[in-house]
């Protein structure tokens, strides 16, 4: 079992940066592919960017890629996202989970999630 925890999300304006952290307590963090998602109002819950448990090996979403940089530390149990030129399209509610049973952007396979983290970008 484990538990995922976020942190980090805010308030910034377009063309900012923003961090995003997750923690995780229990067994096996380091044993399992982590990733992020998000959900906006009114919207399904999609995929951001992921990262292998055992290689440096990273996908992002179109809608993202070379603007945010997903990390893990597993030596601290812990995983981030680091977001840049930011714009009022990311505002969303950005969920950390890991350990998928398929496909690494399918959110219905991943077991464990955290509560979530607000992150509103104005224009």
């Known amino acids: 079992q484990v538990q995922l925890a976020e942190s980090g999300g805010g308030l910034v304006h377009a063309g900012g940066s923003l961090r995003l952290s997750c923690a995780a307590s229990?067994?096996?963090?380091?044993?399992?592919?982590v990733a992020w998602f998000r959900e906006a109002p009114g919207m399904a819950r999609e995929f951001v960017a992921w990262?292998?448990?055992?290689?440096?090996?990273?996908m992002y979403a179109e809608s993202v890629k070379d603007r945010f940089t997903i990390a893990r530390n597993n030596a601290e149990n812990t995983a981030s996202l680091q977001m840049s030129s930011l714009k009022p399209e990311d505002t969303a509610v950005y969920y950390c989970?890991?350990?998928?049973?398929?496909?690494?952007?399918?959110?219905?396979?991943?077991?464990?999630w955290g509560q979530g983290t607000q992150v509103t970008v104005s224009s």
């Open positions: 989970a890991a350990y998928s049973t398929g496909r690494y952007d399918d959110a219905g396979r991943y077991m464990y």
């Open positions: 229990g067994r096996n963090f380091d044993s399992y592919s």
């Open positions: 990262m292998a448990w055992n290689s440096p090996a990273t």
